[in-house]
């Protein structure tokens, strides 16, 4: 049976490899070295996550599924959505919780899955629409920064970016980005949104730096994702995973250390970058919250804080704010 949804690339082939000959070429030439988290997530990467979220050490994934298991009848009540956007979709895993509720609430007609992993995308896709009869699946690869995936959807729309992604964003390109959900939000509509809690640095290392190695293994992938991709002779075993608590910033971020002294030729870009001995390059930056902060930062770009809930530990949070 053919599955009845849709799937649209606003990620072509090569919109895909120019992004990334783009962010390769600035970052591994910038001082210190740093590449965007977004290039984790090719089907290796999005299998590696999923696995990261059933780690011990990773709460997140399940604190949020705490939050959304008590509130999503509360969230559903609240914004009596017509369709649900989900930025960085990923497996749709949690969606259901959203979805379930929407559904009993009596509102719910479309869901909209924008992730840049069609893989992922594709399966979500499937699942949601075989268990969902009559719900109309517009998935959408995409990369959010450049699309929210709200056009042409009918309102009241509640727009979900979970598992604390936003703390991917250095503090400019958050700003940015809640400003531009801000502008794309009518009136009805909801932002929900999931961050992750300051809470203290053993317990945030742990979780970046699992004892099985997974999360190491999902930050090397990297390196894989830039050899294939740009013709490249990284060799893994010659980088070491790191991850560390910034307290100024208040974020963890994930580096690939060189256990040497290497040279990296990257024949797309013919480019050589050499990395010194114990030299990093930074794959990611996770940033940690305060309820404070995540109030402040949606109201400097037009949005409210209506809820706030935490898991009962206290370790994540999720809000609803609207324009
Ligand atoms: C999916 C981006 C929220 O930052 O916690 C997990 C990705 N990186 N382990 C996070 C991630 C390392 C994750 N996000």
């Not at 999931?194 to 004892?211: E, R």
């Amino acid at each position: 049976m053919t599955p009845d949804f849709t799937l649209d690339r606003r990620l072509p082939e090569h919109h895909f490899t120019d992004a990334l000959r783009t962010d390769a070429s600035q970052g591994l030439t910038a001082r210190p070295k740093a590449l965007p988290p977004v290039w984790f997530y090719d089907a290796a990467g999005s299998d590696l996550f999923e696995q990261i979220t059933e780690l011990p050490e990773y709460y997140p994934t399940r604190a949020e599924h705490e939050i959304l298991t008590a509130r999503a009848p509360e969230i559903a009540a609240a914004v009596r959505a017509r369709t649900l956007v989900e930025l960085g979709s990923g497996s749709s895993q949690k969606t259901r919780l959203l979805l379930d509720a929407l559904r009993a609430e009596g509102s719910l007609r479309g869901y909209v899955p924008v992730d840049v992993s069609e893989s992922a995308l594709r399966q979500a896709a499937e699942s949601v629409t075989a268990d969902y009869p009559g719900l109309e699946v517009h998935a959408l690869v995409a990369d959010f920064h450049q699309h929210l995936g709200l056009d042409g959807t009918r309102g009241p729309r509640l727009l979900a970016f979970l598992g604390g992604t936003i703390g991917n964003l250095l503090p400019d390109q958050r700003a940015a980005f809640l400003t531009r959900v801000s502008g794309a939000l009518e009136p009805g509509d909801a932002l929900l949104l999931g961050t992750d809690l300051v809470k203290d640095p053993a317990t945030l290392v742990a979780a970046y730096d699992d004892s099985a190695g997974v999360t190491a293994a999902f930050n090397k992938n990297l390196l894989t994702v830039l050899n294939h991709g740009l013709d490249a002779d990284f060799d893994p075993d010659a980088f070491q995973h790191v991850a560390l608590w910034d307290p100024k910033h208040e974020w963890i971020e994930m580096r690939l250390r060189a256990t040497r002294p290497v040279q990296v030729k990257l024949r797309e870009l013919d480019l050589v970058v050499p990395f010194e001995g114990g030299e990093d390059l930074r794959t990611e930056i996770s940033a940690k919250f305060r309820q404070e902060r995540v109030r402040s930062e949606l109201r400097r770009s037009g949005l409210t804080l209506r809820n706030w809930w935490t898991d009962p530990a206290g370790r994540y949070a999720l809000s609803l704010s609207s324009p």
